[in-house]
């Protein structure tokens, strides 16, 4: 962010010079003061708020300020206001400024934290945001749904600000667009960061989200350019786009879990974009594509695994005629001059078809309009390894795409596809590991379509005179530096890096061990040097801790014997609880972790390795409106009772579940009287395409509910489920498993002894959650 | 069109002026030389075709011209050069421009006869065609679909060209947005003359339709204004607007029984239209509007007097969620600154709700969406004369619309209506005899809506700095012949007349009555005087003739005793035939009137008055693909029938049927064997609302066919049914007639003796046709 602090450093002068002429500079110290300025601000005033913590804030910025005159609300010394507890910034009228406000340690108690509009007939035209920071200013309770940043009128501007840490339901930022006075709204959202907003565990986590299927008619003509978006995996779409005219440029969506949804609306533009993936993840997305006239060029896709909503180009299937708020067919799409460098199959097509499941889903939902009048010519296919997958994948016969000079590596195969051809290509990596690439025949054949003059530049904005296939027109610009965060965010701001403070206690007794866990600081970690700890009260863990006896080769022993509702571990939000080389023993009326059921504002994480956990009820149960983002069981032993992890509590079927990744490897399971995991999504709906379970390498014995319906391993709805190499034996359940076929489940290596079975259901009959 | 005689003049002298420079002008006297001019064509050349008739002309006009150099196709002598046959005229290429050919006496072999395009890959860009006549061009078989000038490509514009008589299936002119070399064309349609279009039967039959559903979401930008819109009757829709931000502005709809409809796409933009109605016809309908973003401002309405579809303005209710093809709710309309005057109910809402109708079509066709975030304002309601009939009407429950200052005169009662004020009005006729209304207060309150500040100027582009409500900001402007027809159409042509030849003959035997028949001109009268007339062949009925015995108080016998297939009068394309004071006499095998079956391309009309029709199978039987415009029968006598009169052949039930007016008044029928009346339209939507039949003041006896479930009046599916005052006498058939209680089907006053009824089916179950 140092670039930019040179040009606020200019704005500042500037401010001051001015105030020596005829502007009025308005220092105010509390919320009174604040309202007085604010009613009494003519153009060209300036109201600074003072230094220090302004905690239950209502600012309503209510002013007419001019072109030339804007009126600025700021703070004292940028990143040194502190707006706090339940607190709010509505911005109405006409020519206004927000700079370098620090939004912390609360949430807002209406439906945004920044409103461009003070109430139904006020909002804001012609304002800006500047410099600001909201940072995990989320709802307590996750479920509660609000927007972080709410556009409503036209021409305003989001600019300079850090946004990081929305657990709760509802898109980081919305563009609201229901009438005339918000239609046609040419508002700007750059030079952002957008932090990493965790999982959500269900629809509703968009970074940004454009209007809706209602006002997917409605030209906006928003701007979203040169912003930094940091591992944004709300949910299965990072900005939804779902009305007209948006415009997407140089943004780098940095190893998202998720993708850029054309969801509604048409024509957009999606140019000189960054989508930069991970070697070990297939949940990064690049572009998704549904609707009609958008232009996608110029972009470069890197190191992109995903399939279907989640590959790098997807075109999906449209429903005939659809209705509203579904699925149109993909028209007049181009998608010229990107370059995927290192993607496995790049480009899928129909993504979404369902026309085999005519018989469990209504007319109105089956995806069979193939997209039509769509080019995709002059790109680059680059793999620097000999890739065995197609470039292009079809989940249905082709539709009419016209495919033209697209040059693709050598490792590839373009074998059976019209309109690829292989090509020399030069590959040269930047500081940052991004290869960049470009095709070595200056002369190679290009294709001239319909308006691609005005394709005129690069992703580096030089001109395509040197009119190269593939994002880059030559790689002379090697020394750009995609990562460089100069640019993005407040120039006052650094991203705390936490665990600071963290510390290694060790502790003997329970009542160290009861202290321990009330001083800690996140990171720490907690050593038990002792055989057995007899635990009669439960533990409230509020801070992020590893717990784990003092010699590792030798398991300490926990007995808990508490009696009252409260669960062994009781988890608070945003923590991760690590235990290692414990035995955890509990009672059949207690369960050993559960999350606060007060405030589950954040995702929790568990993690047990080489552990005994054995006597209790559960081992986990989650609440309605918890979400556990990992929890994970590693070489441990679990035996002795009536249920193992549940996961069920998200009964609305509303697309939501309680936990984002399951995984077990590795362990000894035995006497489990009922099911060992039950891990429930309900409603269908294909933008929650969530949830992940990994069961491999265990052996599990005498488990399991008598019954031919029962179920050891209950994962209902769960897309992505892998059931590896274990052992079942003596299980009493009619099934270990039933997976569902055509999702991402598979089985394989399972040795079971007794009746029990796995099984596959190809289609499972869901509600439609819209 | 005298105005427009200078600009040509003007014109023409620049044509030559420029073809003493560089300008080659190109004589060509037939296909081949026509053919190679094009194809030697160079920027700036002049092709001219010489004077006479082209027969069997398929001109490819590809090639291209430069933006100050265009390449010209023209007639010799303007109005001189025909274009008859098989014929058809394609442009494709840039900088084109075609000026004064006539298309007449035939009819295209393809889809258009002015096209926009040579092929798929050819289309037009910034071409002109400009005073050109296409006059009756229309197909032989009027079910055969063609466009009379398809648009293709961008930026391609009509100009002062006639257009009339199309009467065959398919819009008159069609704009075809399907692929971005389509899209976002600019076309523009202006100074046409739109000259009458006979009513269709059916849908299909708009003198404009603008995309399609499929192409809804493309930005189209098409400007229609100044155009004069004469009796343009094909169907409901006289314009289908399906795109988006198209401008109607400036043209005169003329008695058009039918409306401008915003069926698809959204943010039209209507303004300072003039809609012209008539006292008697409450089919001439106004503006309907659908979807979202619409401004509606300036417009004069004038003497309109229909309901629901066809009210001055229709805001219709849209389906929740609508699919692509069906009605999207109305949102974010804008309706200012028009005037009604003379008008009854001028503001209808919610017009198409069909909330009642849930027991007999699918949920995806109700409409239940009221109209929102909708403006009324500023608009003027004026009444000549006392209305009882309330100002707005709503089907539904109100939805969210606000009605702000609209001035409404005295004549009419506000009570009850938001929004609406009695104001004092200055009311001054012009020489055409449309009032021009002002308010009189010049300080009258006006509303300030949302970008109210854009309507700059009034119907007569004055601006608005006199604010006054309604169209006209000063009635100063009284001069204005809003019927003054200089500006439309192409300055070298004068609309045919007709019947400049009609004359009366006089014929005393079979062999003169049939000669006369042949050598008829349109029009003529021939008068039979004789007693009886025995006829053994059939008579072609080729030109509109008036039959009736020279004596009109002595009928004249004529006696059909032919038995081949032919009718006695076998009705040709586009004939009336009118038989007054005769006897007709048939046989059981032979019909009276019946359509010729090779040759229908355009509606033939029967009247008959004070005759008797006796001895028929049937009086009339329509054929598939024929149409009647008006059937009329009074003061006669039917009887000794097997049938009366069959209407039943557009079985596909796409909506269609054979005529528009059938009507029966003061007549005796007696012994008729089956049914008097099958009138049928088959297929349900909304967009076709025709079909009249009128049956008052008849005396029925002795007919129908025996059965439960016969009906002697069968009006399936026909909208406008009235039958009043009859008498009905040993009726055999279970019903007299079936009547469709929600549509406009009436019956009182009839008087049954024995059995029969008549009963009224609230609704009727229909086959959807789309």
Known sequence: MKLFKTLTLLLFTSLILTSCGNK????????????????????????????????????????????????????????????????????????????????????????????????KKNAAYDCKVVGCVIENFTQLDRTKKDHWVEFWGQRNQLLSCYIAGKSNNGPTVR??????QHANCHHLIANNYFGPRPRRGGPRGETMQLGDSYTSMVPSYIEVRDNFLDRCNGEVEVISSKTNFNKFVNNVFYKCEGSLVLRHGNYATIDSNWFIGDDNSDNIGGVRVINTGHWITNNYFYNLKGNEFRSAIAIMNGIPKSPLNRYNQVTDVVIAYNSWVDCITPLQFSVGSNVNKSDVLPKSEIRSALPIRTTVANNVIYNSKTVSKDIVKYYDTPGDVDFQCNHVSETN??????????????????????????????????????????????????????????????????????????????????????????????????????????????????????????????????KSVVVASANKDQQVRLQFTSTDQAPAFELGPGVDINLQHLIVEGTKTLNCFEPNAKDMSIAANVFVDNCTLSGFHSIYRSKKGSFTDTLKVVNSVMKNLVDGFIFDSETDDKGDYNAEFLIFENNQISDVENVFVDYHRGGYDESTIGGNFVFNNNVVKRSGKLGSNAILLKTNGIVNVQILNNEFTSIKSGFVARLWGEKNNVESGNTIKGKSKIVTDEFVTQKLMY
Chains 1, 2 share one sequence.
């Open 24 to 119: 009025v500079e308005n220092m105010v110290k509390n919320m009174a003061e604040l309202k007085s300025a604010i009613d009494d601000a003519q153009p060209g005033d300036v109201i600074v708020m003072s230094n220090g913590t302004w905690t239950d804030v209502e600012i309503d910025f209510k002013a007419n300020g001019l072109v030339d005159k804007p009126i600025v609300l700021k703070a004292e010394t940028p990143g040194q206001v502190f707006i706090e507890g339940q607190s709010f910034l509505k911005i109405a009228g006409q020519f206004l400024e927000v700079h370098d406000l620090y939004f912390r340690n609360g949430y807002t108690p209406i439906n945004a934290v920044i409103q461009f509009k003070s109430d």
């Open 175 to 180: 563009a609201e667009l229901k009438g005339n």
């Open 413 to 542: 195969d373009v074998k059976g596809f019209d309109g690829f051809l292989i090509s020399e290509m030069n590959a040269i990596s930047d500081e940052t590991s991004i290869p960049f690439v470009e095709v070595a025949d200056p002369n190679a054949k290009l294709f001239d379509g319909f308006d691609f003059a005005k394709i005129k530049n690069d992703i580096f904005s030089n001109n395509r005179d040197a009119n190269h296939a593939g994002a880059i027109c030559a790689v002379k610009d090697v020394k750009y530096n995609v990562l460089n965060m100069d640019k993005y965010g407040p120039s006052w701001f650094v991203a705390s890096k936490g665990n600071a403070n963290a510390k290694r206690v060790t502790v003997k007794t329970s009542e160290e061990l009861y202290t321990s866990f009330e001083k800690a600081n996140s990171g720490d970690t907690i050593l038990i040097d002792a055989d057995v700890l007899t635990l009669s009260k439960n533990i409230e863990v509020t």
